[in-house]
């Protein structure tokens, strides 16, 4: 995550949102588009818009054939019913994500999927997502609201978030995120990835960039935090103690055991959570190096520096999430449960404290928070 001198602990924060944008994309494994309005690919139309155009003009005969079961699209063309804006939120390998609008003037986001890109692989990824979003029902998860499908492209209908986690990392002081925030951003975190496994469901993909932030910036709610992109998500096997195999994901937070190809299973998910967890206390990516080979020596042998962790609570959390032994690794539900302890703990003690102390904290965490809607407001755009 980002860029940092690793000679140097001093200097060891994100240099820069330049530089930390270009490790992420340029070290994914596999790309996923945004339905957020993020300021790192808000303005890539003529790049997106051109290649958009050409896929359209070079369409073969094998693109009319319908990819997606009938019984969860619409088969018609999508712009009868929304109009696609020219601002582009995302830029994948197959596809665009734009903002839109319906004809009551509500906004979405729409990954539009050109289907004459899609190999073999792409197309199962497809099917897979489109089949998992008619299911998803959990206020973690980003509403999927209609697929459509016609003769060139697959366009599925999203909420629109403002930006992404990501983008706040980058934003704030010091690229931290402060204590109290990170501790309700993690607890949305956990319950999300704690629900899909309910539902027997591995994302492999959890990254900051595949959490939107959703705010209300009339009613000057909290934001909250969604999970996006099911495009890599396996299914648990069915027989425990079984693995999986070929794992598709994100360099950064890929979990130990998926290096070598050698079997996972869902705690690779608590694995790249408590990476995110990381990212957020200390602006910092703990495996940094100059190559990928370096990068996963790192991930399988570095030694984590959690003394970047202020809060011995979440530093020991932080701990249990990033074992490197599967089986002492911590799970999601378990995480979930001790983030809440230390959150009331942390009331607790804010209560307890005389009542200067605590307008104080009260003070600082509002102005945390403010910061954080400052930064989100800078990035929403439509």
Not at 122 to 127: A, E, P
Not at 174 to 203: A, G, K, V
Not at 308 to 327: D, F, S
Request: charge should be neutral.
């Amino acid at each position: 995550m980002g860029t940092c001198d690793s000679s140097q602990e001093s200097t060891q924060k994100l240099i820069s949102s330049q530089n930390f944008n270009s490790s992420m994309s340029n070290n994914s494994f596999s790309s996923s588009s945004l339905p957020t309005m993020s300021s790192k690919n808000i303005f890539q139309e003529k790049s997106g818009l051109m290649r958009l155009k050409n896929s359209s003009s070079n369409l073969s005969s094998d693109s009319s054939k319908y990819i997606l079961p009938k019984e969860i699209t619409i088969r018609e063309d999508i712009t009868k019913k929304y109009k696609l804006g020219k601002i582009m939120l995302g830029d994948g390998a197959t596809s665009l994500v734009y903002v839109a609008e319906n004809f009551e003037k509500k906004k979405f986001a729409i990954k539009r999927i050109f289907k004459d890109n899609l190999t073999h692989h792409h197309k199962n990824s497809v099917v897979t997502e489109a089949k998992i979003c008619q299911k998803l029902n959990n206020e973690r998860i980003i509403k999927y609201y209609e697929i459509y499908e016609d003769l060139h492209y697959i366009n599925i209908v999203m909420e629109l978030g403002h930006t992404d986690l990501f983008e706040l990392i980058i934003n704030s002081p010091s690229y931290i995120i402060p204590d109290e925030i990170s501790i309700e951003f993690l607890i949305e975190i956990f319950e999300s990835i704690d629900y899909l496994h309910s539902e027997n469901i591995i994302h492999c993909d959890i990254k900051p960039e595949n959490y939107v932030v959703i705010f209300d910036k009339k009613k000057n709610t909290i934001p909250h935090l969604k999970l996006i992109d099911f495009g890599n998500i396996r299914k648990m096997p069915q027989n425990k103690g079984q693995k999986l195999y070929n794992f598709s994901g994100t360099k950064e937070y890929m979990a130990p055991e998926a290096l070598d190809n050698t079997g996972f299973d869902e705690k690779i998910d608590e694995w790249a959570a408590g990476i995110i967890m990381y990212n957020m206390l200390t602006g910092v990516d703990p495996f940094n190096a100059e190559d990928d080979m370096d990068y996963k020596d790192n991930i399988k042998f570095k030694e984590i520096k959690f003394n970047y962790i202020k809060n011995e609570k979440l530093r020991e959390l932080n701990k249990k999430l990033l074992n490197r032994y599967v089986k002492n690794r911590i799970s999601v539900k378990e995480a979930l449960q001790e983030i809440k302890i230390i959150k009331e703990e942390k009331n607790n003690i804010n209560k307890n404290n005389n009542d200067n102390n605590n307008k104080n904290d009260i003070k600082e965490n509002d102005d945390n928070w403010n910061i954080i809607k400052n930064k989100i407001s800078l990035v929403n755009l439509y």
